[in-house]
């Protein structure tokens, strides 16, 4: 052996490899993803536009699944009480929230971007509000954390401590956003434009649909903050309504029941409710063309004739099996409204209309503002009529005949704010069944199908699966918490002794 | 075609000329063993010339040379006998067994060729013939059943489409357990960019073996473990596939031509059981929109928006027509295979010329090839053209250069789409409703250019195979340049370089009216690829004294590699049928680029005594640009050694040839995909009110990624008997790899989807036996070898990082596949049936069958027990007979296709147990028994106790409740099915012409071969429900263990032809 020769061969191999291969000063570089912009260079307009998007614009369908529980549709061959409509809400809300924690944090101690900071926690309060209301208790004190501190099994709050929580945040944000904030998000918010007077009515009607939510459960907690807001601004006509309006730019971000139209060779497969058509027919409502077409069937009598008298409108209860589903043939039905049939509409989040049913009812059953509860019953119908731009001569004509004042007893009036409240959160599907939930009102017809929650109108969705998964412990323990993660199972507010009403079996089934 | 044609002519001409050659004597002769047995591919060669030839199938041989002039006669496993050719025509030859010289060699790391005695690991070679008769189109599947210990998954997805190999068992969570393929010693990039994805479906548009033609490969080389592979580095981690392809050797006369020919047809296999009894609606009526009347007569009109198939019987009854309301039409069961002749069969066509030449000095050969192929959904098609060539030529003595070019193109038209995509046929048609004629959607579009169909509710599946359509093609390169330089005799230096690019073009596009893109759609994406390899090796080796020996190899390499993406997707098409990216309104463009690098130090020695006793020492340190900025380096080494206690002992007798015992021990570092380490906001390129937006990633990145390190060890033993007629291989090995780098899922209440961990660890321990025995050998030279490779793996996860329950691989409503610390690697969790203590299903109170709430359960796993492959191969003469047995045992698969058909009711297993009641409807008893005490109605209003809690329903049920159920109460218990098979994976029937034939031809060689491969179950356990138990839908490991509306599978049956001049 050589062993000189070798090594001297090994000394320059190991030369040479130490002056070709030690560079590793680019690493870094080749490893930066360069699609991502990093948090210097991030606007945080940008992400409050996606919220906005996900949350608002594609936050409510008045034909989806749960538009079936708030009594506004009917939809085809599913079945509204099997589980597994709702997959994506969860993951949905929380990844919104995180955007807005994102922004929340960003502008945090920036005295020139508090107007974003403060914009950014109402939002915050909005989305968490929406999750609760879908699931009742959820992560929320240790949910959507940076990602460098965060918790990734979060637990569960009860829904009672973040209500207290919600309504806390939104009455100091009202006074937050009513001192002069510098910084805009400017058309980026695409409900306010950032103007921050708006922001802060919106902010406190907020507090108010919050507040009146826990009314059944917690008067005392909702007489504390109510009593509070009707001295408070509020919104104030519907030139202050929030909505994000919906956008033709790209399909995702149309109106859903345009979208559902054009992805659907123009056929709707969705129809209406009963509840809402019977509401709206049984008091000859000037809105009722707006929001229903007439039944197929009507329609071609009524052309035959030429008498448009001959027009029907019918909606289908939801539930119904067999023979049921017979007596409700897709020709005898009534859809939705060409008004909701555009591609831009307003998506909506929180109308006028709302704020005044609101206060009728504070008035009527906890006593509290300087107004007549048949005031702002009339106020709010006004309200929602002229957002369909119907003339003042039919508002009056139908608040003639449908006056607070027929009925007599207490609860008889609330069912009549009710159901006009019904009608003006039209299309704001999740308000309305939380409104259901809450009051029993509207009463919705059901038939006989049995489903997952014994032929009962969910009163909450599941939590998703992989919270089961993959958060177990707190999964388990929530679930135990709130009596089964059912969708039988009531949320905290959900406490009106009265609810529900005995529904199956009340509708009629006409002779084939 | 017509190219290829002229080609051969053109070659023929040449040979014919080539052999006007002149010879003073014809030797011939038989060369058999010590026992007369004929040796057939005996090399034989005129010493000192380029002059050759081999033995036949029977041993003899002929040979033309000059008196005076020295044969020698060399075979593997026997002593090399040289002999003067006298004036004598005739010339037997009886070779010795050389027990001492078992002098196969093979490719081990990094080219080195090594002798198989001086293996401390386990690695398995096949011959390319293996490959090449009876082909899979992607060479990497016709790995199944071949090797020990190697799993194959057969994936329908069409010519071209991806395998799935994976070596050992799952060591690597993240998704990459593909082992790395290295052709004639370079890395190549095997990546299958955009697959399919599980739920949003796709196409798979074949990786990167896909290219490499079955014709150029003379080998390849399975090493299994971290040992074998240990000097690939990171990317070996899962096993290294070696691909040696053919080069022009170096005892040929001339230029040789071969030319091979393979036509196979494929035929539908399996596909799903459809019941042919019920029509649509939920019973007892057909579900209709309203009626109609018809010449004075009532009629029902079929709801367009109803297609679940729980109705009533079809017996005839007339309603009005679907197509057209004006006319009647009878609801009658369509004949059971009307789904079947939606298909057509397949052909694959693979023609491939070979030139080659060489001498000792310099050699080369070119191929060209072409495949055609034509699929089994109509308008699908295939093509694959390859160019390949290699030259080597010893410059001087010292200085030698090997280089190759390999250049493939192939085109892909209308692959098909997979999993729950619109896209894919079978998402339609394994639920259409019985009562459609397929032949009435034949016209699949109204004079307007809209869709016909009989409902809204989904495509019609001509519309999809016409109006949905894809275009593929792929230009590539491989390549190397490889010098070796030879200091002395026993030094020298090797630097290589190689490169592996390509470019595909993807278009696609769906018409205006497509369910899944009502206002049309077009896409242009254009993917450029580049792996780039680049080592330098320095070998020294060389006697140290009598008994002992030795080898030093040091080297260092650089891969780089990046994958980028441009192009477009756009929406809305403002004039129909003009498929541009500029007819469309709404337009998301699309860039990515994906780089990395990696640099390596690496050493490797082997010391061996008496040729007995081998020790081999390997060392290596990388350096990766996707780990995190401190953690970029890391080291792992490895050590193995190998005893030949025969040759050590003295043990070799006839009884006992040969033994050896092995044991290794190894550490592979690996890395990960790039981009896991620093966080960013994602920019959405579409915008909304005319608004940008932007959102933060959904993955939790680790800044301090560092490595992932396994940890193996294996020991074996390979020993011979009988002459080496028996053989016995075994491997027992553990492996354990810790710092998985792993995206995992965690709770969306974080607002994260998933979080890149950097811990955890998964086990795997297994063995593999590799059994060869040639039961029969005959002088009349009939001889039979039986060959069988079992292996058995079982992956475990050890643990997972803190405050992570689980690492889901796929989700979906029928249930998820995961890894869980504590549990085995790929469980199927999912609901299940409520039962009592028993094990009885808990009836709710209307007999129906319940789930047991939202708990869920291991409900399986994707693993097998045990995977085996049976080959008998028998000779005779010029035939030969092979057939490849292939089990897989134990393991289940998660079935998508069941679910559907329950949840619709088409399956044939909707009708299992079903009588007609009173009333005439059709209906079943739930298999269980009563959770509550049930009471009846007895007719005067009084409840009266039919059955106690407890007792066995007798409750009629009508099939959406009994059926139905599964799906509507998620009950995914159902869905979980066996995955067991025996397949009769190849025949391969074969002639090769004898010299003697051959004399008066201008061939030298002939061979035919009538090949089948995926023939067919001899057992399997998927219920009757008509999928494959190999159902997956893309190669990557997610989608491992489920399947959803997977496309039937397919048998292959053709003819090969060889011939060469």
Same mark, same amino acid.
């Given at each position: 052996?050589?062993?000189?020769?070798?090594?001297?061969?090994?000394?320059?191999?190991?030369?040479?490899?130490?002056?070709?291969?030690?560079?590793?000063?680019?690493?870094?570089?080749?490893?930066?993803?360069?699609?991502?912009?990093?948090?210097?260079?991030?606007?945080?307009?940008?992400?409050?536009?996606?919220?906005?998007?996900?949350?608002?614009?594609?936050?409510?369908?008045?034909?989806?699944?749960?538009?079936?529980?708030?009594?506004?549709?009917?939809?085809?061959?599913?079945?509204?009480?099997?589980?597994?409509?709702?997959?994506?809400?969860?993951?949905?809300?929380?990844?919104?929230?995180?955007?807005?924690?994102?922004?929340?944090?960003?502008?945090?101690?920036?005295?020139?971007?508090?107007?974003?900071?403060?914009?950014?926690?109402?939002?915050?309060?909005?989305?968490?509000?929406?999750?609760?209301?879908?699931?009742?208790?959820?992560?929320?004190?240790?949910?959507?954390?940076?990602?460098?501190?965060?918790?990734?099994?979060?637990?569960?709050?009860?829904?009672?401590?973040?209500?207290?929580?919600?309504?806390?945040?939104?009455?100091?944000?009202?006074?937050?956003?009513?001192?002069?904030?510098?910084?805009?998000?400017?058309?980026?918010?695409?409900?306010?434009?950032?103007?921050?007077?708006?922001?802060?009515?919106?902010?406190?009607?907020?507090?108010?649909?919050?507040?009146?939510?826990?009314?059944?459960?917690?008067?005392?907690?909702?007489?504390?903050?109510?009593?509070?807001?009707?001295?408070?601004?509020?919104?104030?006509?519907?030139?202050?309504?929030?909505?994000?309006?919906?956008?033709?730019?790209?399909?995702?971000?149309?109106?859903?029941?345009?979208?559902?139209?054009?992805?659907?060779?123009?056929?709707?497969?969705?129809?209406?409710?009963?509840?809402?058509?019977?509401?709206?027919?049984?008091?000859?409502?000037?809105?009722?063309?707006?929001?229903?077409?007439?039944?197929?069937?009507?329609?071609?009598?009524?052309?035959?004739?030429?008498?448009?008298?001959?027009?029907?409108?019918?909606?289908?209860?939801?539930?119904?099996?067999?023979?049921?589903?017979?007596?409700?043939?897709?020709?005898?039905?009534?859809?939705?409204?060409?008004?909701?049939?555009?591609?831009?509409?307003?998506?909506?989040?929180?109308?006028?209309?709302?704020?005044?049913?609101?206060?009728?009812?504070?008035?009527?059953?906890?006593?509290?503002?300087?107004?007549?509860?048949?005031?702002?019953?009339?106020?709010?119908?006004?309200?929602?009529?002229?957002?369909?731009?119907?003339?003042?001569?039919?508002?009056?004509?139908?608040?003639?005949?449908?006056?607070?004042?027929?009925?007599?007893?207490?609860?008889?009036?609330?069912?009549?704010?009710?159901?006009?409240?019904?009608?003006?959160?039209?299309?704001?599907?999740?308000?309305?069944?939380?409104?259901?939930?809450?009051?029993?009102?509207?009463?919705?017809?059901?038939?006989?199908?049995?489903?997952?929650?014994?032929?009962?109108?969910?009163?909450?969705?599941?939590?998703?699966?992989?919270?089961?998964?993959?958060?177990?412990?707190?999964?388990?323990?929530?679930?135990?918490?709130?009596?089964?993660?059912?969708?039988?199972?009531?949320?905290?507010?959900?406490?009106?002794?009265?609810?529900?009403?005995?529904?199956?079996?009340?509708?009629?089934?006409?002779?084939? | 075609?017509?190219?290829?044609?002229?080609?051969?002519?053109?070659?023929?001409?040449?040979?014919?000329?080539?052999?006007?050659?002149?010879?003073?004597?014809?030797?011939?002769?038989?060369?058999?063993?010590?026992?007369?047995?004929?040796?057939?591919?005996?090399?034989?060669?005129?010493?000192?010339?380029?002059?050759?030839?081999?033995?036949?199938?029977?041993?003899?041989?002929?040979?033309?040379?000059?008196?005076?002039?020295?044969?020698?006669?060399?075979?593997?496993?026997?002593?090399?006998?040289?002999?003067?050719?006298?004036?004598?025509?005739?010339?037997?030859?009886?070779?010795?067994?050389?027990?001492?010289?078992?002098?196969?060699?093979?490719?081990?790391?990094?080219?080195?060729?090594?002798?198989?005695?001086?293996?401390?690991?386990?690695?398995?070679?096949?011959?390319?013939?293996?490959?090449?008769?009876?082909?899979?189109?992607?060479?990497?599947?016709?790995?199944?059943?071949?090797v020990a210990g190697v799993q194959v998954s057969n994936i329908a997805t069409g010519a071209g489409g991806s395998s799935r190999v994976v070596i050992?068992?799952?060591?690597?969570?993240?998704?990459?357990?593909?082992?790395?393929?290295?052709?004639?010693?370079?890395? !190549?990039?095997?990546?299958?960019?955009?697959?399919?994805?599980?739920?949003?479906?796709?196409?798979?548009?074949?990786?990167?073996?896909?290219?490499?033609?079955?014709?150029?490969?003379?080998?390849?080389?399975?090493?299994?473990?971290?040992?074998?592979?240990?000097?690939?580095?990171?990317?070996?981690?899962?096993?290294?596939?070696?691909?040696?392809?053919?080069?022009?050797?170096?005892?040929?006369?001339?230029?040789?031509?071969?030319?091979?020919?393979?036509?196979?047809?494929?035929?539908?296999?399996?596909?799903?059981?459809?019941?042919?009894?019920?029509?649509?609606?939920?019973?007892? $009526?057909?579900?209709?929109?309203?009626?109609?009347?018809?010449?004075?007569?009532?009629?029902?009109?079929?709801?367009?928006?109803?297609?679940?198939?729980?109705?009533?019987?079809?017996?005839?009854?007339?309603?009005?027509?679907?197509?057209?309301?004006?006319?009647?039409?009878?609801?009658?069961?369509?004949?059971?295979?009307?789904?079947?002749?939606?298909?057509?069969?397949?052909?694959?066509?693979?023609?491939?010329?070979?030139?080659?030449?060489?001498?000792?000095?310099?050699?080369?050969?070119?191929?060209?090839?072409?495949?055609?192929?034509?699929?089994?959904?109509?308008?699908?098609?295939?093509?694959?053209?390859?160019?390949?060539?290699?030259?080597?030529?010893?410059?001087?003595?010292?200085?030698?250069?090997?280089?190759?070019?390999?250049?493939?193109?192939?085109?892909?038209?209308?692959?098909?789409?997979?999993?729950?995509? %619109?896209?894919?046929?079978? %998402?339609?048609?394994?639920?259409?409703?019985?009562?459609?004629?397929?032949?009435?959607?034949?016209?699949?579009?109204?004079?307007?250019?809209?869709?016909?169909?009989?409902?809204?509710?989904?495509?019609?599946?001509?519309?999809?195979?016409?109006?949905?359509?894809?275009?593929?093609?792929?230009?590539?390169?491989?390549?190397?340049?490889?010098?070796?330089?030879?200091?002395?005799?026993?030094?020298?230096?090797?630097?290589?370089?190689?490169?592996?690019?390509?470019?595909?073009?993807?278009?696609?596009?769906?018409?205006?009216?497509?369910?899944?893109?009502?206002?049309?759609?077009?896409?242009?994406?254009?993917?450029?690829?580049?792996?780039?390899?680049?080592?330098?090796?320095?070998?020294?080796?060389?006697?140290?004294?009598?008994?002992?020996?030795?080898?030093?190899?040091?080297?260092?390499?650089?891969?780089?590699?990046?994958?980028?993406?441009?192009?477009?997707?756009?929406?809305?098409?403002?004039?129909?049928?003009?498929?541009?990216?500029?007819?469309?309104?709404?337009?998301?463009?699309?860039?990515?680029?994906?780089?990395?690098?990696?640099? $390596?130090?690496?050493?490797?020695?082997?010391?061996?005594?008496?040729?007995?006793?081998?020790?081999?020492?390997?060392?290596?340190?990388?350096?990766?640009?996707?780990?995190?900025?401190?953690?970029?380096?890391?080291?792992?080494?490895?050590?193995?050694? $190998?005893?030949?206690?025969?040759?050590?002992?003295?043990?070799?007798?006839?009884?006992?040839?040969?033994?050896?015992?092995?044991?290794?021990?190894?550490?592979?570092?690996?890395?990960?995909?790039?981009?896991?380490?620093?966080?960013?906001?994602?920019?959405?390129?579409?915008?909304?009110?005319?608004?940008?937006?932007?959102? !933060?990633?959904?993955?939790?990145?680790?800044?301090?990624?560092?490595?992932?390190?396994?940890?193996?060890?294996?020991?074996?033993?390979?020993?011979?008997?009988?002459?080496?007629?028996?053989?016995?291989?075994?491997?027992?090995?553990?492996?354990?790899?810790?710092?998985?780098?792993?995206?995992?899922?965690?709770?969306?209440?974080?607002?994260?989807?998933?979080?890149?961990?950097?811990?955890?660890?998964?086990?795997n321990e297994g063995v593999e036996l590799l059994f060869n025995v040639t039961p029969i050998q005959l002088k009349n030279s009939f001889q039979w070898?039986?060959?069988?490779?079992?292996?058995?793996?079982?992956?475990?996860?050890?643990?997972?990082?803190?405050?992570?329950?689980?690492?889901?691989?796929?989700?979906?409503?029928?249930?998820?596949?995961?890894?869980?610390?504590?549990?085995?690697?790929?469980?199927?969790?999912?609901?299940?049936?409520?039962?009592?203590?028993?094990?009885?299903?808990?009836?709710?109170?209307?007999?129906?069958?319940?789930?047991?709430?939202?708990?869920?359960?291991?409900?399986?796993? !994707?693993?097998?027990?045990?995977?085996?492959?049976?080959?008998?191969?028998?000779?005779?003469?010029?035939?030969?007979?092979?057939?490849?047995?292939?089990?897989?045992?134990?393991?289940?698969?998660?079935?998508?296709?069941?679910?559907?058909?329950?949840?619709?009711?088409?399956?044939?297993?909707?009708?299992?147990?079903?009588?007609?009641?009173?009333?005439?409807?059709?209906?079943?008893?739930?298999?269980?028994?009563?959770?509550?005490?049930?009471?009846?109605?007895?007719?005067?209003?009084?409840?009266?106790?039919?059955?106690?809690?407890?007792?066995?329903?007798?409750?009629?049920?009508?099939?959406?409740?009994?059926?139905?159920?599964?799906?509507?109460?998620?009950?995914?218990?159902?869905?979980?099915?066996?995955?067991?098979?025996? %397949?009769?994976?190849? !025949?391969?029937?074969?002639?090769?012409f004898s010299e003697k034939l051959l004399a008066k031809t201008p061939f030298t060689s002939a061979r035919i071969s009538l090949v089948g491969r995926?023939?067919?179950?001899?057992?399997?356990?998927?219920?009757?429900?008509?999928?494959?138990?190999?159902?997956?839908?893309?190669?990557?490991?997610?989608?491992?263990?489920?399947?959803?509306?997977?496309?039937?599978?397919?048998? %292959?049956?053709?003819?090969?032809?060889?011939?060469?001049?």
């Open positions: 052996m050589k062993p000189y020769k070798i090594s001297k061969y090994l000394l320059a191999l190991v030369a040479a490899v130490s002056l070709v291969y030690a560079c590793t000063d680019d690493f870094q570089e080749l490893n930066t993803n360069p699609a991502l912009l990093s948090e210097e260079q991030l606007d945080v307009g940008l992400l409050l536009t996606r919220v906005q998007q996900e949350m608002i614009i594609n936050g409510s369908n008045p034909i989806g699944t749960l538009a079936n529980y708030a009594g506004y549709a009917s939809s085809g061959g599913n079945r509204p009480f099997d589980g597994g409509f709702f997959s994506d809400e969860f993951a949905k809300g929380y990844r919104n929230l995180l955007n807005i924690s994102e922004i929340i944090r960003l502008t945090d101690g920036d005295a020139e971007m508090q107007g974003q900071n403060a914009i950014a926690r109402v939002m915050r309060v909005y989305i968490f509000h929406r999750l609760t209301d879908l699931y009742g208790d959820i992560p929320y004190s240790e949910a959507v954390k940076a990602s460098s501190e965060v918790i990734t099994q979060p637990m569960y709050d009860t829904q009672e401590s973040i209500y207290g929580s919600m309504l806390d945040e939104l009455k100091e944000l009202s006074s937050v956003l009513s001192e002069t904030q510098q910084g805009s998000f400017g058309d980026s918010d695409m409900m306010y434009q950032s103007d921050n007077e708006k922001w802060m009515r919106f902010a406190n009607s907020l507090r108010l649909r919050i507040a009146l939510r826990v009314r059944y459960v917690d008067e005392a907690l909702a007489r504390e903050h109510i009593s509070e807001l009707v001295n408070m601004d509020l919104i104030e006509s519907n030139e202050e309504n929030a909505f994000v309006p919906s956008s033709d730019d790209f399909d995702s971000n149309q109106n859903p029941v345009y979208n559902r139209l054009i992805s659907n060779s123009g056929i709707l497969p969705e129809h209406m409710g009963q509840t809402i058509v019977d509401l709206l027919n049984d008091q000859d409502d000037p809105r009722l063309t707006i929001l229903v077409t007439p039944t197929p069937n009507s329609v071609m009598v009524a052309d035959s004739v030429g008498d448009s008298n001959l027009l029907e409108y019918r909606g289908r209860p939801l539930g119904l099996e067999g023979l049921e589903r017979d007596a409700y043939p897709t020709s005898d039905l009534s859809q939705i409204g060409l008004y909701y049939r555009e591609p831009v509409i307003e998506m909506p989040v929180l109308y006028y209309s709302e704020v005044c049913f609101a206060l009728a009812e504070a008035k009527l059953m906890l006593d509290l503002g300087s107004l007549e509860a048949d005031v702002w019953y009339e106020r709010g119908v006004r309200a929602d009529m002229e957002r369909y731009g119907i003339d003042e001569a039919e508002i009056a004509s139908f608040l003639s005949s449908n006056s607070l004042d027929v009925v007599a007893d207490e609860e008889a009036k609330l069912e009549m704010i009710m159901n006009q409240k019904n009608i003006a959160l039209f299309p704001n599907e999740l308000e309305a069944w939380s409104e259901w939930r809450r009051t029993g009102y509207p009463k919705i017809l059901i038939g006989s199908m049995v489903g997952e929650t014994d032929g009962q109108i969910p009163r909450r969705i599941n939590y998703p699966v992989s919270e089961a998964n993959v958060n177990s412990v707190n999964y388990q323990e929530v679930s135990t918490r709130i009596g089964g993660d059912l969708m039988t199972t009531k949320v905290w507010w959900d406490a009106n002794p009265n609810v529900p009403y005995e529904h199956p079996g009340e509708i009629l089934v006409p002779e084939p | 075609m017509k190219k290829f044609a002229s080609l051969i002519l053109m070659s023929v001409f040449a040979v014919l000329a080539l052999h006007a050659q002149e010879k003073d004597l014809t030797v011939a002769g038989v060369v058999t063993d010590m026992d007369g047995v004929p040796l057939p591919g005996v090399s034989i060669v005129e010493v000192g010339t380029v002059n050759g030839t081999q033995t036949d199938f029977d041993g003899s041989y002929s040979i033309e040379v000059a008196v005076g002039s020295e044969l020698r006669f060399s075979y593997l496993g026997m002593k090399t006998e040289t002999r003067t050719v006298q004036s004598s025509n005739v010339l037997n030859i009886k070779m010795q067994e050389d027990l001492n010289q078992l002098s196969e060699v093979i490719v081990t790391a990094l080219g080195i060729e090594k002798s198989k005695k001086a293996l401390g690991y386990s690695a398995q070679e096949i011959d390319g013939d293996a490959f090449s008769e009876a082909r899979e189109t992607n060479i990497a599947s016709s790995l199944a059943g071949k050992r068992g799952n060591s690597s969570i993240s998704g990459n357990d593909a082992p790395l393929y290295v052709v004639d010693g370079i890395p !190549i990039d095997n990546q299958n960019i955009d697959p399919a994805d599980y739920a949003a479906g796709g196409v798979d548009y074949g990786d990167g073996i896909s290219g490499i033609n079955p014709d150029d490969v003379e080998s390849m080389t399975v090493l299994k473990g971290p040992n074998a592979a240990a000097l690939y580095g990171a990317r070996a981690a899962n096993g290294v596939i070696l691909i040696t392809t053919k080069t022009g050797g170096s005892k040929k006369k001339g230029i040789g031509v071969t030319f091979n020919s393979n036509l196979t047809s494929e035929t539908i296999a399996t596909m799903p059981t459809y019941q042919n009894r019920f029509g649509i609606g939920y019973d007892p $009526s057909f579900g209709a929109s309203g009626t109609t009347i018809i010449d004075g007569k009532e009629y029902e009109v079929l709801d367009p928006n109803q297609w679940q198939s729980w109705g009533p019987e079809l017996n005839g009854q007339i309603v009005a027509d679907w197509e057209d309301p004006t006319k009647t039409f009878a609801m009658v069961p369509q004949p059971s295979d009307n789904i079947r002749n939606f298909f057509q069969s397949g052909f694959t066509a693979t023609n491939t010329v070979s030139f080659s030449s060489g001498d000792e000095k310099a050699n080369m050969r070119l191929s060209l090839s072409n495949l055609g192929n034509e699929g089994i959904i109509p308008g699908s098609t295939y093509d694959r053209q390859t160019i390949n060539f290699r030259g080597f030529a010893n410059v001087t003595d010292r200085f030698s250069i090997d280089a190759k070019v390999n250049y493939i193109h192939h085109k892909g038209v209308n692959r098909p789409g997979l999993a729950a995509s %619109s896209s894919n046929v079978m %998402s339609v048609l394994i639920q259409m409703p019985r009562h459609i004629d397929l032949d009435r959607l034949k016209d699949y579009k109204d004079e307007n250019g809209d869709p016909f169909n009989f409902t809204t509710a989904f495509e019609n599946p001509y519309w999809t195979i016409n109006e949905l359509q894809n275009e593929d093609e792929r230009d590539r390169v491989i390549g190397f340049v490889s010098m070796n330089y030879k200091f002395n005799d026993w030094l020298n230096v090797r630097a290589r370089t190689g490169t592996d690019f390509y470019t595909d073009e993807r278009f696609s596009r769906r018409a205006i009216g497509s369910r899944s893109a009502r206002t049309g759609r077009v896409s242009n994406y254009t993917w450029h690829v580049k792996e780039n390899n680049s080592d330098i090796l320095f070998t020294a080796e060389d006697d140290l004294s009598e008994n002992w020996s030795g080898s030093l190899s040091v080297g260092a390499s650089r891969l780089y590699s990046k994958t980028e993406v441009t192009g477009a997707l756009g929406q809305s098409l403002r004039v129909p049928e003009l498929y541009h990216i500029t007819n469309a309104e709404q337009i998301t463009p699309r860039y990515d680029k994906v780089e990395r690098e990696m640099q $390596s130090v690496y050493a490797a020695g082997q010391l061996a005594y008496k040729n007995y006793l081998f020790l081999d020492l390997t060392a290596r340190n990388d350096w990766s640009s996707v780990l995190g900025i401190n953690n970029y380096s890391f080291f792992y080494p490895s050590v193995s050694t $190998s005893f030949v206690f025969t040759d050590a002992l003295k043990l070799n007798s006839n009884v006992f040839s040969f033994g050896k015992l092995r044991a290794g021990y190894a550490e592979v570092g690996n890395d990960s995909n790039p981009y896991l380490t620093t966080l960013g906001y994602v920019s959405n390129t579409q915008t909304v009110n005319g608004q940008g937006q932007a959102a !933060i990633q959904t993955q939790i990145p680790n800044p301090n990624l560092k490595n992932e390190l396994t940890r193996s060890y294996e020991f074996g033993t390979d020993m011979r008997f009988f002459k080496n007629r028996v053989g016995i291989d075994f491997t027992y090995y553990n492996s354990s790899t810790k710092n998985q780098i792993l995206p995992v899922n965690i709770s969306s209440g974080t607002g994260f989807n998933r979080m890149v961990i950097n811990a955890g660890e998964i086990q070898d039986l060959t069988l490779n079992y292996a058995k793996n079982k992956s475990k996860v050890v643990s997972l990082a803190d405050g992570i329950e689980t690492h889901i691989m796929s989700q979906d409503r029928w249930g998820t596949i995961e890894a869980r610390p504590g549990e085995d690697f790929g469980n199927i969790v999912g609901f299940y049936y409520k039962r009592n203590e028993n094990g009885e299903k808990l009836l709710d109170e209307y007999g129906r069958y319940q789930r047991d709430g939202n708990n869920v359960k291991i409900l399986g796993n !994707i693993q097998p027990d045990w995977i085996a492959g049976i080959t008998n191969r028998f000779s005779y003469k010029g035939f030969t007979l092979s057939t490849l047995i292939d089990i897989k045992m134990g393991g289940e698969l998660l079935s998508g296709t069941k679910y559907i058909q329950a949840a619709r009711g088409t399956g044939r297993f909707t009708t299992k147990g079903l009588r007609q009641n009173e009333d005439g409807v059709w209906v079943g008893v739930a298999d269980g028994v009563m959770e509550n005490d049930y009471y009846v109605d007895d007719g005067n209003g009084n409840q009266v106790l039919h059955l106690a809690a407890g007792e066995r329903s007798d409750i009629e049920l009508d099939r959406v409740n009994l059926y139905g159920m599964w799906t509507r109460a998620d009950i995914i218990e159902e869905f979980v099915l066996d995955a067991s098979y025996i %397949s009769l994976r190849e !025949i391969n029937l074969g002639y090769s995926n023939l067919l179950y001899l057992q399997e356990h998927m219920d009757g429900i008509g999928v494959t138990p190999e159902a997956a839908f893309s190669s990557e490991s997610g989608s491992q263990g489920s399947e959803s509306y997977t496309l039937p599978s397919t048998r %292959s049956v053709g003819v090969n032809l060889n011939v060469a001049f």
